[in-house]
Structures are given as structure tokens and as C-alpha cells.
């Protein structure tokens, strides 16, 4: 990756604010972040994109998640299986990210956008309130089948993880919002730190700009789960479907625009 120019870097910390924001409140924040790589770096690998794309998210999540942690009740048994089956799903992902044709890349993340959004559209009390749909082993089963599945996804790809873990959280297991989000960032510590550990070895990281990035984001991230936490659960829900509007639209433009050409 080229050495940016200071008005690059300025553009990239932007995104790195408003990715940290978005993704402490519902997660998602890859998907204004890894496309303003691309528009920056056009040049550069996939991998390369994606490596410093976790390290400067890595930033966020970590500020976001001891935010949620100091002020949301989390159940620790449920987090920490959810947090090492991300891990490791993760790192599985991060090892086939170099072998994923990128075609592949933007259909895939929009019919998950438009299943997630629609879904979560058309049931108006989803995530309220949190009641569980599991309890004992079979509740520490499906959240570890949550993690490894979305984390494996992180790893390989990675925009739009936190938005998955939320709505996977929510409908599957039956967390409100806010628990969801709570427990997506640190499932989401876990999924940063593995496809780093993959991704730093292979010299695909730029530690300049994704630094850089990171302090952005974590700014954002700290901003963002004050004031998820503030606003409470109907706000999480509202913002959680105009990001994934966005984020459909925007992806569904490129979609149109690789089958046109």
C-alpha cells in the first residue's frame, strides 16, 4: 500500500470515526470502513485491505466493548464461549480470506442485508426486551454455533460482522438490542485479534494508516456505545435498520453495476 497523502489520511480517520460510531451502537462499521480502503488503495491486495482494516477496528471494538461491559449487565458464561467460537472461526476465515474471489465478496454480504433487514422490519417488538429461547448447554450451543459461523465470515471477509452478530443474537437466542450489542463486541475483540493473528505474520498489515484509522475508530466506538447505552433499546433497533437500509442500497449499486458491465 502507497504512502497516503495527509488529506488521504484525514478522509480515512473520518471513515474510522463514523465505522467506530456505527459499529459500537450496531456494529457494521466495516462496511463504511474497508470500502474507504478500496477507494484509497485501489491497487492493493485484498489482503492487505482487510489486515488493516483489523487493525484499526480492533481500536473500537475493544473501547466499545469495556464501555458495554461497565455499564450493561453481560453474563460472562455466555460471552466468553461466544468470544473463543469466534476466535476461532476467525482465524479459519482470516486462512481462506487470500483464497475467496472478491466477485464473491459483495453478493454474499447483500442477500444477508436484505434477509437481516427485512426480518428484522417486519417484527416491530423484536429485541425489546430480552427473553431466552435456551437455557443450560443448549443456550452455550447455539451461542457458540453463532460465533464460529459469523466469525469464520469476520476472518474471510468481515463488513457487516457486528450487525450479524446482533441480529443473529436477537432472533436467534433472544437478547434485546442493547445485550446483543454488548455481547457482539466482545465476540468481536475475539474475531479482530484472530484474523490479526493470520494477517500480521503474512506483512499484510499497514500499521501507519491502520493506526491511524484506530484511534479514529476507537474514539467513535467510545462515543457510540455511550450512546447506545443512553438511548436505550428502540434507538439501537432504529439506527440498526437505517444502517442496514444504507448499507443494502449502497452494495446492491455495486451488485448492478458488476452485472451491467
Known sequence: MDDPSLLTLALLATAGLLAGWVDAVVGGGGLIQLPALL??????????????NKLASICGTATAAATYLRRIPVDLRTALPLAAAAFAGSA???VLASRLPMRWFSPI???ALILVGGYTLRRPDLGVTTGLRYA????????ALIGAGIGCYDGALGPGTGSFLVIALVAGV?????QASA?????NVATNLAALAVFVPQGAVSWRIGLVMGVANLAGGY???????AAGQRFVRAVFLVVVSGFTIRIGYDVLRQLIG
Open 183 to 187: 455481547l457482539a463486541k466482545t465476540a
Open 92 to 94: 479459519a476465515g482470516a
Open 223 to 229: 462515543l457510540g456505545a455511550r450512546t447506545a447505552v
Open 136 to 143: 443450560g448447554r443448549r443456550h452455550l450451543g447455539v451461542a
Open 174 to 178: 433472544g437478547y434485546s438490542f442493547l
Open 109 to 111: 454480504v447483500l442477500i
Open 39 to 52: 477507494l484509497a488503495f485501489p491497487g492493493a491486495l485484498p489482503v492487505q485491505l482487510l489486515g488493516t
